[in-house]
Nanobody, 115 residues
Framework: QVQLVESGGGLVQAGESLRLSCAAS????????VAWYRQTPGKEREFVAR???????EYADSVTGRFTISRDMAKNAVYLQMNSLKPEDTGVYYC?????????WGQGTQVTVSS
């Protein structure tokens, strides 16, 4: 069973940085894309960034220029570097991967940005 495990969340002040990691239990070569989403209480889960098999990246407008998604094929990991964090970036961040017709989600990691 394929697993995605997020880590790297925490409590930071506005303007600081965090790097989230998504570790896969199998080669990320198998995935059409790996993406990051986030969710806050009372709101729907929203797209943050994704990296597709070719290496191309996409970002939500709200994080463009501040967040960077990257991957390490040798480590089967995808990262989300988050700079210039804002209180509105607070939420649970989830890793999502697509393999064939399957969609996989991690358990999430909490990011809290204080003002």
């Amino acid at each position: 069973q394929v697993q995605l495990v997020e880590s790297g969340g925490g409590l930071v002040q506005a303007g600081e940085s965090l790097r989230l990691s998504c570790a896969a239990s199998e080669s990320i070569f198998n995935f059409k894309f790996v993406a990051w989403y986030r969710q806050t209480p009372g709101k729907e889960r929203e797209f943050v960034a994704r990296i597709i098999a070719s290496g191309s990246t996409e970002y939500a407008d709200s994080v463009t220029g501040r967040f960077t998604i990257s991957r390490d094929m040798a480590k089967n990991a995808v990262y989300l570097q988050m700079n210039s964090l804002k209180p509105e970036d607070t939420g649970v961040y989830y890793c999502r991967a697509a393999r064939g017709i399957l969609t996989l989600w991690g358990q999430g990691t909490q990011v809290t940005v204080s003002s």
